[in-house]
């Protein structure tokens, strides 16, 4: 069965920094791109970022530009989110989630959503 599993959230002051990691069970990672989305508190699901298979193609949500970095560890079978200047914006709860291809970072095209890990931003 196919599972991610997300974890690195917490607390941090405005301007902080924090690493998401996605690590899988179950499958390797290797043929997936791998995309983190984000939801607050009554909002919709959006799109942060997306790494392909190989790792050599990301994209990023304009909000996280410049801001946050997308890699990959395939022989760790885990995905990171690294995150500065973090802001009282970006809080919300973190997933990631897998697909074929990184599209439009549409939450509909990913699959094997995992459970998602809490990030707020707060002094």
């Known amino acids: 069965q196919l599972q991610l599993v997300e974890s690195g959230g917490g607390l941090v002051q405005p301007g902080g920094s924090l690493r998401l990691s996605c690590a899988a069970s179950?499958?390797?990672?290797?043929?997936?791109?791998i995309g983190w989305f984000r939801q607050a508190p009554g909002k919709e699901r959006e799109g942060v970022s997306c790494?392909?298979?190989?790792?050599?193609?990301?994209n990023y949500a304009d909000s996280v530009k410049g801001r946050f970095t997308i890699s990959r560890d395939n022989a760790k079978n885990t995905v990171y989110l690294q995150m500065n200047s973090l802001k009282p914006e970006d809080t919300a709860v973190y997933y990631c989630?897998?697909?074929?291809?990184?599209?439009?970072?549409?939450?509909?095209?990913?699959?094997?959503w995992g459970q998602g890990t809490q990030v707020t931003v707060s002094s």
């Open positions: 989630a897998a697909a074929g291809f990184c599209l439009l970072l549409l939450p509909q095209s990913f699959g094997s």
């Open positions: 790494i392909s298979s190989s790792g050599g193609s990301t």
């Open positions: 179950g499958f390797t990672l290797d043929y997936y791109a």
